[in-house]
Nanobody, 124 residues
């Protein structure tokens, strides 16, 4: 019943920006841990950023300062603003939700709901 639908991915040049959106259905973004994870071709999925119900955010070091995670409780939507994109950021980006009061990007295993993913491709 819970559905997370990502959008906003695309192909951009290095240094460009994108905004990813995750529309949640039958799940309250406002009272759960939400996160963005990504998986590059041939690599394991990794945590990117998370935001908990209280607004606490966490970022993987490689994206900190470049990416910003946020949410619009009224729209029940999670966002990820990707700035100064690098080719290394190329991956399928997934939106996820976890029944946790607090979370960080290291808690991948605790996230039980996942979206279908949206592809981000960055060229140099």
């Amino acid at each position: 019943q819970v559905q997370l639908v990502e959008s906003g991915g695309g192909s951009v040049q290095a240094g460009g920006s994108l905004r990813l959106s995750c529309a949640a259905s039958k799940y309250a973004v406002s009272r759960s841990c939400m996160g963005w994870f990504r998986q590059a071709l041939g690599k394991e999925r990794e945590g990117v950023a998370t935001i908990d119900s209280g607004g606490y955010t966490s970022y993987k070091d490689s994206v900190r300062g470049r990416f910003t995670i946020s949410k619009d409780n009224a729209k029940n939507t999670l966002y990820l603003y990707l700035n100064n994109l690098k080719p290394e950021d190329t991956a399928m980006y997934y939106c996820a939700a976890a029944a946790l009061t607090h979370c960080t990007w290291r808690d991948e295993g605790r996230f039980g709901y996942w979206g279908q993913g949206t592809q981000v491709t960055v060229s140099s």
